[in-house]
């Protein structure tokens, strides 16, 4: 889907390919080995391509519920969503988490359901399952013409057009026909006669059913607008980026820990969402992902890091075509741009000119599978160490260091996690590890005031009690009735079950 955005946009010029032309069975945005070996994404890509005079920047994000942490966090970065989903299955678990996010920011979604060319569930149940489990209002703006082996095209509702092109999974086909009267006898001459009726009889239902639609309804994302196709054939694609660059919001503003930032403030302001480590692994570079919430950023000028209360420049400040990156001298609200980094940022940080605040709301959530790091290669020590800390930065998981021994234990949402980690540390270290799993319930950070009280459950739970890559004590409960136990026991200790009061203390 991102990959015929990218080719509608005149970003690259047939699918799969890569600066060389050549076709591959990899998607653009799938950089990472392992993502073409699996054939999923992995992590969070970003690509930017010029459409009707139109700048659009697109964070391609993991659809595989195990990297949904990636996701979600990415998502406090954009400005509105389009959400695909697959016309046999439906409404998955994690597309149900995820639009919990973007309700709860009142992020405007658009709904594409894709892979109309085969066999799946009928539209009007599919719009039915969208609004029962979504808890949103839906609004079809396009209307597919059949399905699977039927699947003639998509009906452009919201323009009241019919553009037709020849399936084509590589490039675009020139139109068939173009059709703007859908009582018209060329309909049924290029679709049949019986999918053309069928056609008129269920856009005459869903116009009786549906509310007309509201632009004001969609951006305080009150309203989904849906719509139809199947990507890998480019039926419905063009119709929805049509229409996206129409209703779509400009750059909205962020809420700081002293006011809200507007895309018109004067100063500027941005925050990083995402690390990424080798990005190019020939380089071993570290790139921090930046959000410009306001102002304009300059190369080669000096801001300030609010976390360290230093000040940094950036000679090198890059945009993004997937893995293809180039140097700029200039950005703007809404821009995504890459910073080489050292070491310095961490996910949260807020980069800025003038006074010191903090940007809010960066998502981080509590491990629900455990597994102990072990080193199968005593003379790769250096490499694991520098690997493991990287990809931690990157917050695809997190680690907790048990003493004795310095036994690192890592967290994660998802077991595809640990494979990936392994596959990285293995190919872009040098390091081989593997992983034990552990059988932990929750890990939970502690707090108090009552150092007596904090010492005393340290000393009681010895066996249970880690430290994060930032120091501070992780309690690692065995079961959830454990966790209600030491709660009770310890009233003056706080359990936190996610890792966010850390911004608090650092900022």
Request: net charge negative.
């Amino acid at each position: 889907m991102t990959e015929k955005l990218l080719l509608f946009g005149g970003a690259i010029q047939s699918a799969g390919a890569v600066k060389n032309n050549k076709i591959k069975k990899s998607a653009t945005s799938d950089f990472m080995e392992i993502e073409k070996q699996r054939g999923i994404s992995v992590a969070t890509s970003v690509m930017a391509f010029e459409y009707s005079g139109k700048q659009i920047n697109i964070l391609d994000t993991p659809g595989h519920k195990d990297f949904a942490e990636d996701t979600f966090r990415t998502l406090t970065a954009v400005d509105s969503v389009i959400l695909v989903i697959d016309c046999a299955n439906g409404v998955e678990e994690q597309t149900e988490r995820l639009m919990e996010v973007c309700r709860m920011r009142k992020t405007p979604v658009i709904i594409f359901i894709n892979k109309m060319d085969r066999d799946g569930k009928d539209p009007f149940e599919l719009l039915d399952e969208l609004e029962s489990s979504l808890d949103i209002k839906v609004r079809p703006l396009a209307w597919p013409i059949g399905m699977g082996d039927r699947f003639k095209g998509v009906y452009n509702i919201y323009d009241k057009n019919l553009n037709l092109f020849a399936s084509n999974k590589t490039k675009i086909e020139k139109e068939v026909v173009s059709l703007s009267d859908i009582q018209s006898s060329e309909l049924d001459e290029y679709v049949g006669e019986g999918p053309a009726n069928e056609l008129r009889e269920e856009l005459e239902v869903v116009d009786g059913v549906y509310d007309p639609f509201s632009r004001e309804d969609y951006l305080a994302g009150d309203v989904a607008p849906v719509f139809f196709g199947s990507a890998v054939n480019n039926f419905g694609v063009k119709e929805l980026l049509d229409t996206f660059v129409r209703i779509s919001p400009s750059p909205r503003g962020r809420d700081t820990d002293m006011g809200r930032m507007e895309p018109t403030d004067k100063k500027f302001s941005g925050f990083v969402f995402k690390i990424h480590a080798n990005l190019d692994p020939k380089h071993r570079d570290r790139i921090a992902f930046l959000r410009i919430v306001s102002g304009k950023f300059e190369r080669n000028t000096f801001y300030n890091h609010v976390r360290l209360d230093k000040k940094f420049k950036f000679p090198n400040p890059t945009s993004f075509m997937a893995q293809d990156k180039s140097v700029i001298d200039e950005a703007f609200p809404g821009d995504v741009i890459g910073l080489y980094d050292t070491g310095n940022f961490k996910i949260g940080d807020t980069l800025n000119e003038g006074e010191r605040f903090m940007f809010k709301g960066i998502p981080s959530f509590s491990p629900e599978l455990f597994q102990e790091l072990e080193n199968l290669d005593p003379l790769k020590s250096k490499q694991l160490e520098k690997g493991i800390t990287q990809l931690m930065d990157e917050g695809v998981a997190q680690m907790f260091i048990q003493q004795p021994g310095n036994r690192r234990i890592i967290g994660t949402v998802g077991q595809l996690q640990f494979e990936v980690i392994a596959y990285r540390l293995e190919h872009e270290y040098g390091a081989k590890a593997r992983f034990v799993p552990k059988n932990y319930h929750k890990a939970c950070w502690i707090t108090s005031d009552n150092e007596q009280q904090l010492s005393d459950f340290l000393r009681a739970k010895a066996n249970y009690i880690a430290k994060d890559k930032d120091d501070n004590y992780v309690f690692l409960a065995e079961t959830s009735f454990l966790l209600q136990m030491a709660e009770k026991d310890y009233p003056d200790i706080t359990f936190h079950k996610t890792s966010e009061f850390k911004l608090e203390i650092d900022s």
